[in-house]
DNA sequence: GTATTGTTGACCAACATAGTCTACAATAAT
DNA sequence: ATTATTGTAGACTATGTTGGTCAACAATAC
């Protein structure tokens, strides 16, 4: 039952995105260097959720990445799906077929409600929401963020 | 974000046993073909749950495994909890010390939350609950019981 | 044109998963 | 006591996933 590095890495990098935001494009080296992530993963990362419209980036000198929509628009569970795929527990919940007598089976009924509720929370947080967390956190301690 | 066949096969055995209970020893080979898993790997999952008191085995001619304590002393979460280990999607949610920054890290809250909300489902059913779940199933559908 | 940035894809080491197979230990029935 | 029957333990393995690295390439600001 864990998350892989995938979704986390790509929620922090567009945590770090929103933080700077309307800012102009920021550097995935600078992305990599503040989140701890090495930059060649994060240029994996970084492509599906461009490919999916959440990133815009700009090539050369001056160019980088920024959010391609207000944070507010982004969705925690887009991020996590992009990355990790369905947030299913098991086959089975999304495709039937996936086992052969998912109609009867009592233990997919629960595999389900952990789906939905899973699903819940990612999809009731925003990345603005993310960020404000975030900022919330360190005004409290009065540092420079870091996540 | 996936359960291993581990948790899930596991969960099948013992509701199967749940099912039987109070009929005596049932034998691995009858639950691993009424589930369809394979004998030698039921006898891996079997082995923990054991271990664990949850199961009682007794060898030899007549002998087989059954549930240790009533079907509604044994919670989902412990059963996947022996089988796949702490339910936490990342490790920092349970050791502050697996991430370096675990102190100021605002997806982690997130994280905490999707921890919370699926043990709160798993720790919530019992064994008994999912066998009447599978019972009432079976009795709508009129067919003999498969999971 | 050149330095700078992102993009792509090939490649890889380590680990986890999902098993199989074999030898062994206990015990009930005879 | 012997034997057939059951669970127990461990070594072994094939496959896939994770979490990367590296090098070549494409776009663009200057
Ligand atoms: S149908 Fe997929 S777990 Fe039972
Ligand atoms: S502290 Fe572990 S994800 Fe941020």
Redesign the interface.
Known sequence: ???STR??YG??AL?ELALHQGEGPVLLRDIARKQ?ISLSYLEHLITPLIAAGLVASTRGPKGGVMLAKPAEEIR?NEI?YLL?GP????ECVNSKKAC??S?????R???Q??RK??N???SS?TLKD??S??IA??EF?G?M???
């Open positions: 039952m864990r998350l979704g986390r929620t922090r945590l701890e925690l996590i990790d947030i299913a527990p098991v052969a007598r109609e009867k089976c009592a233990p009924d629960i595999w409600e952990l509720a899973m819940d929370i990612l947080i993310l960020a967390r975030q956190k360190e301690e540092t963020y870091y996540i």
